[in-house]
């Protein structure tokens, strides 16, 4: 089958289209023939070893020193189940699923076996292939996010960054659990953010959220803009930052400022949990949540995928379609 691998860290031009070994599924797994995957901007990140502050070492222990342990990247698909070991009874050949990679990613692939009680949900009816590949990376960040920084009904919500994957899933999400939603994004962005349900939106171009005298009890930073020192001002009394893009130094300064006042800083990855893929799932399929598509590339060029995402500007997700080949697959 055919797969993106990277050998070496560096440019999108490490990524080689080339043939792997299709993967059979094991007694307890799932084989998944995948129709779409996406380009994150985890998935830059990992491929050029470009982390956020003090992450460096640590990074390089977990993807590999010197070269990626891990060869082919990718942290979400969608697909059909081709096949199913002998023990797994959850998924039948033929059913529609979406999927996320965990710590192995693999995705950028034509197959992928993996455990049937793991990161693998049906896809919801109303969703094409291409949005549900899109649904995990955002959407488990976010509620993750959210379950730490407990929101809550009621509550005023900024999201800064609110056009990128992690930030349009942000908006949606934070209207699902009740919050009065203010997106700040760019001029050309404004309509979208809108769109997904914000109540409100600032354009970044012309105004600074943390000048403008309002206050939030929650504020989630996708951009690594809003440091506790800049938003601090912002946060109502007992307000939570939650710093998705966040440094060590953010990660460590968290405990400190709990100690030193009401508020909260929230930093760190995000955890991935298969009931957050059947959450999203249902949000999904009850119209609540819809993850937005921004451009769509095929597998052969993914590396072109890769140098439009790491501008840092993409609108909600980049997709990559994956067309099977049946005639080459049976040679
Ligand atoms: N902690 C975790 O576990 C975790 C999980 C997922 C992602 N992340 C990190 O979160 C970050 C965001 O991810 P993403 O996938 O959402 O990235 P993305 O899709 O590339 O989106 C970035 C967004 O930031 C906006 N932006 C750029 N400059 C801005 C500014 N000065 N003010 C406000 N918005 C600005 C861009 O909008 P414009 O085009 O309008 O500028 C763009 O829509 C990444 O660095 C990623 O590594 C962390």
């Given at each position: 089958m055919k797969a993106v691998v990277y050998e070496k860290y560096g440019s999108p031009d490490v990524l080689e289209l080339k043939e792997v070994e299709k993967p059979a599924p094991r007694d307890n797994e799932v084989l998944i023939k995948v129709h779409a995957t996406t380009v994150t901007s985890g998935d830059c990140r990992i491929r050029a070893l470009n982390v956020p502050v003090g992450f460096g070492l640590i990074s390089r222990l977990v993807f590999g020193v010197f070269r990626p342990k891990q060869q082919i990247l990718g942290s979400e698909l969608s697909g059909e189940i081709e096949a199913v070991g002998k023990d797994v009874s959850k998924f039948k050949p033929g059913d529609p699923v979406f999927a996320m990679g965990g710590f192995g990613m693999s995705c950028y692939v034509e197959y992928k076996a993996m455990p049937a009680d793991g990161l693998v949900v049906l896809k919801p009816a109303n969703l094409s292939f291409e949005e549900a590949a899109a649904i995990p990376f955002g959407g488990t960040t976010v509620l993750d996010f959210f379950r730490r920084g407990k929101i809550q009904h009621g509550e005023k919500a900024l999201i800064n960054g609110a056009s990128g994957g992690v930030g349009t899933a942000a908006v949606q999400l934070a209207?699902?659990?009740?919050?009065?939603?203010?997106?700040?994004?760019?001029?050309?962005?404004?309509?979208?953010?809108?769109?997904?349900?914000?109540?409100?939106?600032?354009?970044?171009?012309?105004?600074?959220?943390?000048?403008?005298?309002?206050?939030?009890?929650?504020?989630?930073?996708?951009?690594?803009?809003?440091?506790?020192?800049?938003?601090?001002?912002?946060?109502?009394?007992?307000?939570?930052?939650?710093?998705?893009?966040?440094g060590l130094p953010d990660m460590l300064q968290a405990p400190w400022v709990s100690m030193t006042s009401s508020k909260k800083v929230i930093a760190g990855p995000a955890a991935e949990r298969a009931e957050d893929l059947h959450f999203l799932a249902k949000l999904a399929d009850a119209g609540e949540f819809k993850p937005v598509i921004d451009r769509r590339y095929p597998l052969e060029q993914i590396a072109e995928a890769h140098r439009y995402v790491e501008k840092g500007h993409k609108k909600g997700n980049v997709v990559i379609t994956v067309e099977h080949n049946n005639k080459k697959e049976e040679l």
């Open positions: 209207r699902h659990f009740g919050a009065e939603v203010t997106g700040v994004c760019s001029t050309a962005n404004l309509e979208l953010v809108k769109s997904l349900g914000a109540d409100k939106v600032i354009d970044y171009t012309k105004e600074d959220f943390t000048e403008n005298g309002e206050t939030y009890d929650i504020i989630v930073d996708t951009v690594g803009t809003a440091p506790f020192s800049r938003c601090k001002g912002s946060l109502t009394g007992k307000g939570r930052l939650l710093l998705v893009l966040g």
